[in-house]
């Protein structure tokens, strides 16, 4: 159970005309019950935030902003979007921050939807990512039930925004000894853990939302928004230059640190899973990796040779592990990794060498491009 203080909701009017040109997702076909994630993005496609919609009623919309993504995301809806909706619609079109009326917390684990059950917020025998509800709890309390996708399918979350404090309710769930309190560091590690992307590490002017792996709140074809002529291009020219993978390494890893090829006898971090189960890393890495072949290189090191790229977030979990998540060149990080397991080397042996060096460099490239079309079949990547 985290008590998310830090977050931010707003709540939104008119959700058709507000957010149809303001983020990448398909929200004008939500239903009432229905959410899902959608990314802020600038004019040239780079990410600001990935946020949850929650879609209420025809007329009201839900948003859950990432921490301090306040000023950046509301500061933009209601300075650009309105005066031009209320002018052209003629109708009542606002945005409200409700974060000091609400109050939010999430149970997270495989116990989350049990705990809910119990507490009669979730009644029916299905109850998918995807779907909110409202309800009554805990004294007659308003409260919207969200199954949040927050760490991915795998992984349930189920987040409760109620209107007003908390109160007796917290007390109630405190009363479940299933229901343990933990912070919102825990949180963190959970999302480091799921490959989950966060403003200011991996959301930056640094990487579009392709780059990030955002695929499935993504819409390339849904109308004009900002930013949807950069990533129609990027994704349909097949212009995706680095990819967000998970690390795993033996040792601490710290953001800023560079990953590179892995020189004979060095330390190795696998790259892919990050701990995650399958599904969480498909949804969260547009290109998970298998291969040892690479390492992770103090940033106190100067100009590290075969840099694939940089780690932006790393921690250490409860149980040892030291994940990171870090953006590697897309064709370089799996070349070096293929041409790492066959083993490069230089021209100089002759010419029957130098042939099966040859023929081990078109047969990564061979793999190479069969992986990416495998990417473009499963709708992620270009």
Not at 155 to 175: F, H, K, R
Not at 331 to 350: F, P, S, Y
Request: aromatic share 4%; hydrophobic share 40%.
């Amino acid at each position: 159970m985290v008590f998310r203080s830090s977050y931010y909701l707003c709540n939104i009017m008119r959700k058709a005309s507000v957010m149809l040109g303001q983020s990448t997702a398909d929200v004008i076909n939500l239903r009432p019950g229905q959410c899902c994630e959608t990314v802020f993005v600038t004019a040239t496609g780079r990410t600001v935030d990935l946020a949850l919609v929650v879609v209420e009623s025809e007329e009201s919309v839900l948003l859950l902003l990432s921490p301090g993504m306040q000023g950046p995301v509301y500061d933009r809806l209601d300075r650009h979007i309105f005066p031009s909706d209320k002018a052209c619609l003629d109708v009542a079109v606002s945005v409200e921050d409700v974060t000091s009326a609400t109050s939010m917390l999430s149970l997270l684990g495989p116990g989350a939807l049990g705990i809910a059950r119990s507490q009669g917020l979730v009644t029916g025998p299905d109850f998918e990512p995807g779907s909110s509800h409202a309800s009554r709890w805990a004294g007659d309390r308003s409260v919207r039930v969200v199954r949040d996708p927050l760490l991915g399918r795998a992984t349930p979350v189920v987040t409760l925004v109620c209107v007003g404090p908390l109160g007796d309710a917290m007390a109630l769930l405190s009363g479940d000894q299933r229901c343990l309190p933990a912070g919102e560091g825990l949180l963190r590690a959970a999302l480091l853990v799921a490959g989950r992307p966060l403003p200011g590490a991996e959301l930056t002017p640094e990487a579009n939302a392709l780059e990030a792996g955002l695929y499935h709140a993504v819409s390339l074809g849904k109308g004009c928004y900002m930013g949807q002529e950069t990533l129609s291009k990027v994704h349909s020219k097949g212009l995706v230059k680095q990819r967000l993978v998970g690390l795993e390494a033996r040792g601490p890893v710290r953001a800023g640190d560079a990953v590179v090829v892995a020189a004979a006898g060095g330390e190795t971090a696998s790259l892919g899973g990050a701990g995650a189960s399958a599904d969480a890393v498909s949804q969260s890495t547009a290109a998970p990796m298998t291969s040892p072949a690479a390492s992770i290189t103090s940033s106190d090191t100067p100009a590290p040779p075969a840099r694939l790229g940089t780690v932006t977030s790393a921690g250490t979990t409860p149980a040892g592990r030291h994940l990171a998540l870090a953006f590697l060149r897309t064709r370089a990080a799996q070349a070096a990794a293929l041409e790492q397991g066959v083993g490069a080397g230089t021209d100089a042996g002759g010419g029957a060498e130098a042939e099966r060096r040859a023929a081990k460099r078109a047969a990564a490239q061979a793999a190479i491009e069969a992986w990416q079309a495998q990417q473009r079949a499963a709708g992620q990547g270009p």
